[in-house]
């Protein structure tokens, strides 16, 4: 369950809808698609991302699992945490962020066990240990310095794989983990907590627990509940119980601002379990496109090509998280993105789907970034289109 990528089409604000948008391949992260090989005999695959420092290695390994956003899985689209990937590349590790049976292009069946958490978290770790034999082939992976990590479901995942024999495994990080199941007949709080105590009983390795205060889908009752029955039955745990974040501490490990508050404490833990955490490569983050000053942030009327309704959307971006980007094209067509990965593509993107004529940007962040070389043209006349 990533941060929402907040995505507005050209179209009503009663239709706006969140559309998937395919991000470009990260060449400064030397971002690649596998397929791994998974299940009895490798007969299925995992649509797999690989994130590593240029050269041969061999590099200590983050292995990374994901969560699972609300409706079906196969529909989930590749998962990426391009801020989490960025700072551990820097820091000379390789990272690894396998799509489990069932999500994206992974070939299998989504493994789901109802209300069973026990279950459900064991079925989620098979690939994850399918994964992380893949990952132990590698020439370049340091096979004696790995991490496992997980958000939300991927946090229960890589817990639950903590019950298996993990030679190399160093530590493990529990982002927001668990998963509801909001139906009248489950309890799953107190299912998480059964599931909980019996990965503690069985862990090997200590792990690292973070939950943020204004979680929308695990408040920090429950995760203290949830990490006394972890400690409570043997399992070796810190819990960092940070404080809210944005609108929303579930999607801390998503957003760039989320950075400064999981890094630090993270550090610690890798430099206590004998991992690395001093920055050994540079990797540069791209400039933003620089503000020109064009008009005034808040002056709606300023903003070129939009009738009323795209003067509604930027009216309403306006109070959107940082990092934000708003686009708009001659035609009249505009996009927006809030949070999450690359919203200046995302805008460009969602824009570009409505329009034949180029989006540029016009806002990005707080900062009005609209070339004004280019024809403004008449914004009321250009409002037809919409």
């Known amino acids: 369950m990533l941060a929402l990528l907040c995505l507005c089409l050209f179209c009503t604000p009663a239709l706006a809808q969140r559309l998937p948008v395919a991000l470009p391949l990260d060449t400064r992260l030397n971002e690649q698609i596998v397929m ?55 820091r000379g590790y ?52 790995i991490v496992v990590a997980g958000q939300s479901y991927g946090g229960l995942a890589a817990l639950a794989l903590d019950t298996a024999s993990l030679p190399g495994v160093r530590g493990l ?19 998480l ?44 745990a810190e819990l960092f119980a940070y404080g809210a974040f944005k609108r929303d501490a579930h999607l801390t490990l998503g957003s760039r601002d989320g950075v400064a508050i999981w890094l630090p404490r993270v550090e610690r833990f890798l430099e206590a379990i004998g991992m690395p955490t001093q920055t050994v490569y540079s990797v540069i983050d791209p400039p933003p496109p620089p503000e020109t000053h064009f008009a005034l942030l808040d002056d709606v009327s300023a903003v070129p090509y939009l009738a009323e309704q795209g003067r509604v959307a930027y009216r309403d971006i306006l109070g959107k998280q940082l990092p934000r980007a708003f686009a708009v094209s001659e035609t009249g067509a505009w996009g927006w993105a809030e949070e999450g990965e690359s919203p200046d593509y995302r805008a460009l993107a969602s824009c570009q789907q409505s329009s034949s004529k180029p989006c540029h940007l016009y806002l990005v962040d707080d900062s009005v970034v609209w070339p004004g070389g280019l024809n403004a043209g008449n914004a009321s006349a250009a409002g037809g289109a919409e």
């Open 36 to 90: 791994v090989p998974a299940g009895p005999g490798g007969r299925d695959v995992l649509e797999t991302t690989i994130f590593r420092p240029s050269g041969p290695g061999p590099f200590p390994l983050l292995l990374m699992n994901h969560g699972k956003q609300e409706g079906p899985a196969r529909q989930q689209k590749r998962e990426r945490f391009i801020y989490m990937a960025t700072e551990f590349v820097r």
């Open 94 to 145: 390789a990272v690894m962020l396998p799509m489990r049976s069932g999500f994206a292009l992974s070939t299998g069946a989504y493994r789901d066990y109802g209300c069973d958490m026990t279950a459900n978290g064991l079925a989620q770790a098979r690939d994850v240990l399918d994964a992380l034999a893949y990952a132990r082939r590698q020439s370049w992976v340091d096979p004696e310095h």
């Open 173 to 191: 990080l529990n982002f927001a983990g668990g998963l509801r199941v909001d139906k009248p007949v489950c309890d799953w709080q107190s299912a």
């Open 193 to 236: 907590a059964k599931a909980y105590a019996t990965f503690g009983a069985y862990s090997h390795v200590p792990s690292l627990w973070l939950y943020g205060a204004n979680d929308s889908y695990f408040g920090p009752q429950l995760a203290q509940r949830w990490y006394h029955s972890y400690t409570g039955s043997g399992g070796k």
